[in-house]
T-cell receptor, first 112, second 110 residues
Framework: GQNIDQPTEMTATEGAIVQINCTYQ??????LFWYQQHAGEAPTFLSY????GLEEKGRFSSFLSRSKGYSYLLLKELQMKDSASYLC?????????????FGRGTSLIVHP | DVKVTQSSRYLVKRTGEKVFLECVQD?????MFWYRQDPGLGLRLIYF???????EKGDIPEGYSVSREKKERFSLILESASTNQTSMYLC?????????FGSGTRLTVV
């Protein structure tokens, strides 16, 4: 089976940096995704890592270590609008396709 | 941009009714998925399809079925709705990269 763990909730201050961790144990691996989801809305794609290392995209960066089954999402210069749930998802083989399994999400609260 | 459209944003149905949730994508994606999302439980996979007329069970298929007669459309069917199927239902599609989600259907079964 697939097991993905991430903290339930985090709080941070506007302008600060926050790191959201994700650990996983899966049968096979074909990439790790981070999604952002605001309350009442659909998840939106943030990043994709398939090789070890850091991927940077503006204020957001994502890191992957496949040997450790570990990833983190780094958010810099936090803004109030970054208050949302952040979902970690791992894609793994299933039958003839690749299926993403999502963690339960980390609710990030940014306060002034 | 890929667009994934779910036919209804909000639905209220009675216990025992047969319910159809429709999802259409416009980018010729092979893979389509149905998830439900509940507080504290995250996104759980109900069914997925990687080709027309193909379907595979996800983690929680009980009480649901699906139909994929055309590549762009993936329907979720609740054979006999029950109150424990009250949830947010999200459809997604993908080719080889990331997953694009529809806006979701919030279903309430009374």
């Amino acid at each position: 089976g697939q097991n993905i763990d991430q903290p339930t909730e985090m709080t941070a201050t506007e302008g600060a940096i926050v790191q959201i961790n994700c650990t996983y144990q899966t049968s096979g691996f074909n990439g790790l995704f981070w999604y952002q989801q605001h309350a009442g809305e659909a998840p939106t794609f943030l990043s994709y890592n398939v090789l070890d290392g850091l991927e940077e995209k503006g204020r957001f960066s994502s890191f992957l270590s496949r040997s450790k089954g570990y990833s983190y999402l780094l958010l810099k210069e936090l803004q109030m609008k970054d208050s949302a749930s952040y979902l970690c998802a791992v894609r793994a083989p299933s039958g003839g396709s690749y299926i993403p399994t999502f963690g339960r999400g980390t609710s990030l609260i940014v306060h002034p | 941009d890929v667009k994934v459209t779910q036919s209804s944003r909000y639905l209220v149905k009675r216990t025992g009714e047969k319910v159809f949730l429709e999802c259409v994508q416009d980018m010729d994606h092979e893979n389509m998925f149905w998830y439900r999302q509940d507080p504290g439980l995250g996104l759980r996979l109900i069914y997925f399809s990687y080709d027309v007329k193909m379907k595979e069970k996800g983690d929680i298929p009980e009480g649901y079925s699906v139909s994929r007669e055309k590549k762009e459309r993936f329907s979720l069917i609740l054979e006999s709705a029950s109150t424990n199927q009250t949830s947010m239902y999200l459809c997604a599609s993908s080719l080889t990269g990331g997953y694009t989600f529809g806006s979701g259907t919030r279903l309430t079964v009374v």
